[in-house]
């Protein structure tokens, strides 16, 4: 069950390297395509978009911690912490900005709780 639970994190860590990708360096061409923006609508809202990105970048920060610290308890804490801010974001942006972001990004994180703690 624990391998289980570190594959489904890993592929959350691994969607939101491709969500930070998305909202910073491939903004313009495929982050806004995927956003359904037009061209008028990404020049304005970039800079907050390359905001977002960054803090999605420390949620992949902390499931990477939650895989590489040494210590068992405090990888733990890192990858709970991590998947838990996932899925409340996840909420939060599929309440206010698309329902699909439900899916792609609340579930899996729910998901990868529930092994975490099952394991």
């Given amino acids: 069950m624990q391998l289980l639970a570190q594959i489904v994190t890993g592929l959350v860590a691994l969607i939101h390297v491709y969500i930070v990708l998305l909202e910073t360096v ?3 061409s495929r982050g806004r395509r995927v956003f359904g923006l037009t061209q008028e609508k990404a020049d304005i809202v970039q800079p907050a ?5 960054c803090y999605n970048g420390f949620l992949v920060a902390a ?3 939650g895989f590489v610290h040494p210590n068992p308890a405090i990888a733990s804490a890192f990858t709970v912490f991590g998947l838990a801010c996932v899925a409340v974001a996840g909420v939060w942006g599929g ?3 698309k329902r699909s972001i439900l899916l792609i990004q609340t579930l ?3 998901i990868a709780l ?3 703690f099952a394991g």
């Fill in 26 to 28: 491939l903004f313009q």
């Fill in 49 to 53: 978009m390359s905001n977002q990105g």
């Fill in 63 to 65: 499931l990477v911690v």
């Fill in 95 to 97: 309440v206010t900005v």
């Fill in 108 to 110: 899996p994180a729910l």
């Fill in 114 to 116: 529930a092994l975490h």
